[in-house]
Every structure is written in structure tokens, then in C-alpha cells.
């Protein structure tokens, strides 16, 4: 049914329609071919909302979404999104729907949303573009989606801890906001990349690609995600606490970088 569902969206986008394909993460993965060979090698402007993007908790271990941003992530003319919140899910959606020049994908989790205010009128956000949510110098937490709250919590801890923290809601996985990834790199600031999705080829790999391809070699990144073995079945709190994506989690990985950078200087 996904290898159908996925050609016959091409085939309304060759007829100048805007479908929106919604099919959970795991399921993508039997659609994979024909989004290659269908959508993507015909640059065709195809709505893909990813759902059950991450863990999934009690849907099973076989439906795991962690997997969709590395084997998307390398293909041609595929933009890649994630919201931080239900609000900026919905501006993500507008964004979407009115994007003309490919195919773009959204991936949102299992759950209700955290339960914030809604803004009243829908605005496109720009394609690549991060939001910086908190200022720092010491380390930067560049977080992906659901990871953004954890971030944050993970911020205030560090600051009293004498931890300055810039945190950045990346929003995309591709393209990249390479301003942002330029500008860490000028200030001199270690990178923690956070995302519920496999280390690797996602997100976190994306920027340490991009820092070599730049020539930028001075800049340390750690990568946290998803390890390279299969999570089993458990509430999504336990698959994150499991993994290591918790706000423990983060602030230990922060606060070792600091420390290293206060060593070399």
C-alpha cells in the first residue's frame, strides 16, 4: 500500500495538485524506492508528513521511527523539517502546502503535543532557516524537534552550574542553516547536535559533513541520537532514558565539552 500510495502522489503532483502523503516512518521505509525513482528524481512536489517520527513507545519496537532522516537526508532536492512544538508544527505545515520547488518532508511524533499557544495567523518559515532560543558562550545545543524542550531544560541546569548554553531550534535537517553552523564556528563554540533519530547519516552527521566540506576542521561536535542497535519495546520515556536522550543526558554531554574547551584555553 506505501509503494502505491507513494507513486500515485507523484502522479497528481505531475498534474499540478499538491498531495499530501502521510504515512508513518517505519511504513515510509517500503515506499523508499518510488520516493527515489517517483518523487524525488523528478523533483516533484510532494507533501511527505512523517508521522510517528522517533520513538513511538507503546506502538512497538518494529515501529520505530528513528530512521527517516538518514535515508532521506541523501537525496537530491528533498527538504527535511521538524517542529519543536505543535504551534510551529502547524506553521510547518502552511510552509509546506505552499513550497513549489520539490518534494518536502515534515516528521512529527506519536503523542498529544506539550500544550502551547497557538498563533492566530499561519506564516511560511524559511526554507534552512534555525531559530536561536538562547543565548550562550560557552557550549551550543543544537536540537532537533522533540529535543528543543530537553535542550532548553537542559540549559537552565547548565547556567547554574556557571554553564553558558546557546541553544537552537535547527527546525531542518536539510538544508542545513549554514549561516548558524558559520557563525558557531567564528565564536569558537562547541556543539552537542541532539535529535531522536539514528546517529548515523542524520542530522548530527549532516553538520560534521558540512564542517569538512568547509575545510573547518578546529570545530568539536558531539552527535547524540539513536545508537547503532535495534531499542526494543518500552514507554518513549524509557526508550529516550535508554539512549541517553534525557536532559541528564545532555547536560553531562555539555558540560564535558566546557570543560575541555576551559583546559585548551
Not at 74 to 85: A, E, H, R, S, T
Not at 155 to 161: F, K, V
Amino acid at each position: 500500500a506505501e509503494q502505491h500510495a507513494t507513486t500515485f502522489a507523484a502522479g497528481i503532483a505531475t498534474q499540478g495538485k499538491k498531495p499530501v502523503l502521510a504515512i508513518y516512518s517505519t511504513f515510509l521505509q517500503r515506499g523508499y524506492d518510488q520516493v527515489i525513482h517517483d518523487i524525488a528524481r523528478h523533483n516533484l512536489n510532494v507533501f511527505l508528513a512523517i508521522d510517528r517520527a522517533g520513538f513511538v513507545g507503546g506502538d512497538g519496537e518494529t515501529h520505530q521511527g528513528v530512521y527517516d532522516i538518514a535515508f532521506l537526508r541523501c537525496l537530491p532536492n528533498m527538504v527535511i523539517m521538524q517542529p519543536k512544538d505543535e504551534n510551529e508544527f502547524r506553521h510547518m505545515i502552511y510552509t509546506a502546502l505552499e513550497w513549489d520547488q520539490g518534494p518536502i518532508a515534515v516528521r512529527y511524533p506519536r503523542g498529544e503535543g506539550i500544550g502551547v499557544e497557538m498563533d492566530e495567523q499561519l506564516r511560511t518559515i524559511p526554507i534552512g532557516e534555525s531559530e536561536r532560543l538562547r543565548e550562550g558562550h560557552d557550549v551550543a545545543l543544537l536540537a532537533l524537534g522533540t529535543m528543543v524542550p530537553l535542550a532548553l531544560e537542559a540549559a537552565a541546569q547548565l547556567q547554574r552550574e556557571g554553564i553558558s548554553a546557546r541553544v537552537i531550534n535547527a527546525r531542518f535537517a536539510k538544508p542545513l542553516d549554514e549561516k548558524m553552523l558559520l557563525k558557531l564556528a567564528d565564536d569558537d563554540i562547541p556543539v552537542v547536535t541532539i535529535e531522536e533519530g539514528v546517529s548515523q547519516g542524520g542530522f548530527g552527521s549532516a553538520v560534521l559533513e558540512y564542517y569538512a566540506r568547509q575545510h573547518i576542521y578546529h570545530m568539536a561536535v558531539q552527535i547524540m541520537g539513536v545508537p547503532d542497535y535495534f531499542v526494543e519495546h518500552g514507554s518513549v520515556d524509557d526508550q529516550r532514558r535508554e539512549v541517553g536522550l534525557t536532559v541528564e543526558g545532555i547536560t553531562a554531554n555539555a558540560r564535558a565539552m566546557t570543560l575541555k574547551r576551559r583546559q585548551r584555553a
